[in-house]
């Protein structure tokens, strides 16, 4: 006994209305053999179409037991029964129910994306079915561009492009004219011939006269079923068939990653049908990517700013100063700070350099030329501890201090205020006060923020400017650059202990750089995370609007999820369509807030040139952004993606 393609045995459904449960099959047992032509015939609501979805596994019987090739479907999850969908059955729908942004041969190729057949082969074979079914000039056309029958030929295609050994044609001929109506009948009937099992599913008995056996269906239960001793019409012998032998699907070991290029591409196919909505919708994600990328610029510009600034100035540097503390009114009265100190500090194992220091403003002239200076009374390493560079001659030495030469250091405003764009400043005799004094030095102009005092600055041995200039040898202040490898706060700990012990009293007070310039850090740590808060809200607002957006599309589309789920896409497709829908949105509205934020960090490099902090873009803001996005896409695109994976086949074909 040959076994059925197709068995029901006491199948019934019910659906719930209200709190009421409506039978609409009841008790159904029906037999179909493969290669037979069955037409079921019902009047509206007798239940034909939900026989229709229990045949097509578009629906799941509420009782009974439904076998296809022998196999129980009650048992199966979804995704079993899609891939079931797409090797067993092709439909034919009476609304023809064809992708709208989508070509002829598009919408033809759908079932064999989901079949995993390769792109090549699977374009032939639907251009090979379009030909022969007279569309060879209209491969390319949308649906809005064919004629009602012209569609429902690209419907045929697509219900055998995979070979289906089933195929469901619901009203075939109910929107078409007479004369086209017998056209798609010869066409299902030529596929009767090639050995497919045809089911027509009508109200119109013309219509199911043209089949081998007739089921008729009343109020939801099978009244009639009969052999059709002389169907209507000729059938064409399967050797003189106008359509082409069912196509063998091939698997591939890059199925998967296959499998996602084709989302990729029906992603972009769907946001390029809503421009204007896409746009609107990547805006907020351009804002917010462009907000996070430009303060983290913004961060790391001013980090290196600092480094640049301060970073010379606080490389283990601890200052001693006179008095209790800044602000102090008393500290010029100090004078314990003298060069017996310079010696016994320099005298320690954990100290690199010092440099004692003295400040006064006084008039230096040159030729017929005079300006106000800053003078500053230093050792010989003190444009060593301070980072100083040199751009011309060099820096005075220990001899030179021992000696009380007449030489000075000036820095780069200095030159140009002095010099101008004449005379070289090194070997020419400045009068600094009453005191003249050989220039040996310039330092370079990126030095200028290393000083304590901006405009001309001057730098003399502290021997020569206390005897000869102020009249006094006591220091301001002496600074100490501690070695590399040991810890600052434990060599100002030292040096506390050490000076206040020659003092006998702590009559000054330390000042450790680095503690500054881990201050300034932290300080623009906490700006830079404040402001990236208000970009992360900025970056979540667009986030919603996207989950907004791709609900409303999930609603739209809902139709089209049905059509894709009848043809053989598994849940797992349509979330994974939807999710890239999400994140390629989040992409390119990235890429678009990167682009973005390199124009407002010109547009800063215009404006903000004070404090010569620009923004730094770096291999992380890039990476970060793409995170971002990503993140953001996949994150507000699930819940969506999810709704859209979980619709059933036949509810989402019955919306309009």
């Not at 609304?95 to 709208?100: A, C, K, Q």
């Not at 506390?496 to 330390?510: A, E, N, P, Q, R």
Request: glycine content about 10%.
């Amino acid at each position: 006994m040959i076994r059925p393609i197709l068995e029901l045995r006491d199948v019934s459904k019910s659906f719930v209305v209200g709190e009421q449960a409506v039978a609409v099959l009841k008790n159904i047992d029906l037999t179909i053999h493969a290669g037979t032509l069955v037409a079921i015939v019902g009047a509206s609501g007798s239940g034909k179409s939900t026989l229709m979805n229990v045949l097509g596994c578009l629906d799941r019987p509420t009782s009974g037991s439904y076998k296809v090739g022998g196999r129980s479907t009650a048992s199966l999850s979804n995704n079993d029964l899609a891939k079931l969908r797409c090797r067993y059955f092709g439909f034919v729908f009476q609304r023809y129910h064809l992708l709208p942004n989508l070509s002829a041969l598009e919408n033809v190729e759908v079932p064999a994306i989901y079949a995993g057949t390769p792109a090549a082969e699977r374009q032939a074979n639907g251009v090979k079915l379009l030909e022969r079914l007279g569309l060879a000039d209209r491969v390319d056309h949308r649906p809005s561009q064919l004629s009602g029958g012209q569609q429902q030929r690209v419907g045929v295609a697509r219900a055998i492009i995979n070979g289906s050994k089933v195929i469901l044609a619901d009203e075939p001929t109910g929107a078409l004219d007479s004369e086209t109506g017998e056209e798609m009948l010869r066409i299902l009937l030529d596929l009767h011939a090639q050995g497919h099992t045809v089911i027509i599913v009508t109200h119109d008995m013309a219509v199911a006269d043209h089949a081998e056996r007739i089921v008729e269906i009343r109020d939801g239960r099978i009244v009639g079923d009969r052999p059709n001793r002389r169907p209507a019409g000729q059938v064409s012998s399967a050797g003189d068939s106008a359509l082409p032998r069912r196509a063998r699907r091939k698997r591939t070991r890059l199925a998967g990653l296959k499998r996602f290029a084709e989302a990729f591409k029906m992603a972009r196919l769907a946001l390029l049908s809503h421009r204007l909505r896409t746009v609107l919708t990547m805006l907020g994600i351009v804002i917010g990517i462009a907000s996070v990328v430009s303060i983290r610029a913004i961060g790391e510009g001013g980090k290196r700013h600092i480094q640049e600034t301060i970073g010379p100035l606080a490389s283990n540097r601890v200052e001693i100063r006179r008095g209790s503390g800044w602000g102090d009114g008393a500290a010029a009265g100090i004078r314990t700070l003298s060069p017996a100190d310079v010696e016994s500090i320099r005298a320690q194992p954990y100290v690199h350099s010092v440099t004692p220091m003295t400040q006064a403003r006084t008039t230096v002239r040159y030729a017929n030329v005079d300006t106000g200076a800053t003078i500053f009374a230093v050792g010989e390493s003190f444009l060593e501890v301070r980072g100083i560079v040199l751009a011309k001659g060099r820096g005075f030495t220990a001899e030179e201090i021992q000696d009380q030469a007449q030489v000075v250091v000036i820095d780069h405003e200095a030159e140009r205020k002095l010099f101008g764009a004449g005379d070289a400043p090194l070997g020419q005799v400045i009068i600094i006060g009453n005191v003249p004094c050989m220039v040996i030095g310039v330092t370079s102009e990126k030095s200028k923020d290393l000083f304590p005092s901006s405009g001309a600055n001057l730098m003399l041995p502290y021997t020569t400017a206390g005897i000869r200039l102020f009249g006094y040898q006591h220091f301001e202040s002496i600074t100490v650059r501690v070695r590399e490898g040991q810890n600052s706060r434990l060599a100002e700990k030292n040096l506390t202990t050490l000076v206040s012990y020659k003092h006998g009293v702590k009559d000054f007070f330390t000042n450790n750089m680095n503690t500054l310039a881990e201050a300034y850090e932290q300080t623009t740590r906490s700006i830079a995370l404040m402001l990236s808060l208000v970009a992360s809200i900025a970056l979540m607002v667009g986030g919603i609007g996207v989950m907004n957006i791709m609900l409303v599309s999930v609603t739209e589309r809902t139709r089209e999820i049905g059509i894709r789920m009848a043809v053989g896409a598994r849940q797992s497709d349509i979330l994974k369509q939807f999710l890239v829908e999400a994140v390629m949105i989040c992409l390119i509205g990235g890429a678009l807030g990167v682009a973005l934020s390199f124009a407002f960090g010109y547009v800063f490099a215009m404006f903000v040139t004070v404090t010569k902090w620009k923004m730094v873009f770096t291999a992380d803001s890039f990476i970060l952004a793409f995170f971002c996005s990503t993140l953001i896409g996949v994150t507000f695109g699930f819940l969506p993606a999810r709704n859209a994976s979980r619709l059933q086949p036949h509810d989402a074909l019955s919306r309009d």
